[in-house]
Each structure stands twice: as C-alpha cells, then as structure tokens.
C-alpha cells in the first residue's frame, strides 16, 4: 500500500530526520539509507520496520545533521602544511617570496583541506534515532489507513455492481433458453426430414444439451463468493485472503461467459470481469 510519513528529533549538538514511504507489493520488501554513523542500527531498524508493516515496498532514508555550535566539517592540517611546504619549494628554486595570502587562499580551496568530523553516536542518541524512525512509521500507518479507508469503499462498491450485473443476468435466463431451443430446432429442421425425426428423441437431447448449458451452480457460487469477500473485508490483514476470493469470483464469471450463449448475457459477464479486474488491481493496496 503507498503511504508516506516524516518524522525529526534533535540531539543536543545534532538532528535526525526520518523519511519512508511505501509502495505496493505482494510481500514485504524493505531498503534503508543510513549515514555511516548510523550503519550499526541497520538490523535493529529492519526488524522494527517488518515488525509493524505487513507488505509493501517500504524504502527509510534517515539523515544526521549537526547543529549549534558543532561543525560538519574540520579543516585537515596535515594536508595544508604539506601544500604550504610544497609552495615553499617553488618559490625558493625561483628565488622568491611568496604572497602568504594568496598562498593560503589558493590552498583553502585544493582537495581535502576540509575533511568532514567524526560524529559519535552514544545509547542515548541510538534511542532517539529508533524513535524517530518509530515515529515515521506510525505516520505513515496513519496514511495508509486513511487511504485504505477510501479504497474499501470503492472496492465495495465494485462488488456490489457484480452482484446487480449477475442480478441482471437472471432477467435473460428464460429467454436465452427459448432461443438456445429455437436454433437447435430450426438446424434440426433444415438437416433432418420430418419421416425420420424423433420428437421424443428431439427432447431428451435438449435437456441433455441445456444441462450442460445451465448457469444455477455458478450463479450460486459467485453469489457466495461475493457475500464472502464483503465479510472477509472487515477482518484484520485480510489482503492476501481477499485476492484469494477474487480468483475464485472470476473463475465463475468466466464459466458464467463460457455457458452464456446470449449477447446480453455476455454484455453483463464482459461488466463483471471489467469491474474484477479493478478491484484486483485495488487489493495490491490493501493489507
């Protein structure tokens, strides 16, 4: 399910910022971006992250800022005093002296002269970092519901247009069996001289013929199929279940489209697997 939540804390000397978001995926995958002080909560953050979502691609990018009078960044001496030695040894082969401020404004801005600080990470500071990242994913569970609610609703009223199209489909049974009579009787009647036809014979095949043609068992089942997914959808971490029914319902359509023979008939069943094939596409959002 897509969400995303935020969430920053601050050290005495530093600031942690929390981002993650989710994006939809059958199981759970999970990628973190820590900088190097941090790499050492990995393991802890996954398992805190795994522990309260279920599915999803989830991504956690944490940053660590330093604040107040503390410094990112220190200058390396070691690096400016082999520069200033190194000019000093072209001024003296050209018997000169050199201009000290042009000399260390040249310098300041070679490779390496600034070299980023050490930040160290003490039990307290571990503390506040999980925090915020319990933080973020509390957030971001927050936007997930909120969007879950939305997309219930939209997902429930795709069932219950099933339900009205199958509904529909009712209206044509008796008429779709007079017609499946009709053109087996005008095929028999243009092939068959009327001498040597069986009438009684004639009306055991037709029975044969419909019994494989009847829709009831279908119909039944893609009924309960629909009941049972809308009771399905109030339990907890149903997703996976829901896409399992979801099968099963397009299953029966599809039997239901084979057994038609009826263009109005058909027309519902082409609705039903349209309205299908959406809340499928929705339950990957769904948990």
Known sequence: MTGFGKSVLQFPDKKITAEIKSLNSKNINI???LPEPLRELELGIKNLISGKLVRGKIE???TLETIGTATGTRINNEIINSYINEYKK???SLDTLPNTDIMLSTIMRFPDVFKPSETVIDNEDKKIVLQAVENAINELDIFRKKEGEILLKDILQKVN???ELQT???????ERIEKIKDRIKSKIDASVPPEIRDDNRFEQEIIYYLEKLDINEEEIRLANHCKYFIETVKEESAGKKLGFISQEMGREINTLGSKASHGEIQKNVIMMKDELEKIKEQLLNIL
Do not use: R
């Open 31 to 33: 990628s973190i971006k």
């Open 60 to 62: 956690l990018v944490l």
């Open 90 to 92: 072209i001024y003296s």
């Open 161 to 163: 247009k099933i339900e």
């Open 168 to 174: 529909e489909i009712g209206k044509y049974k008796d």
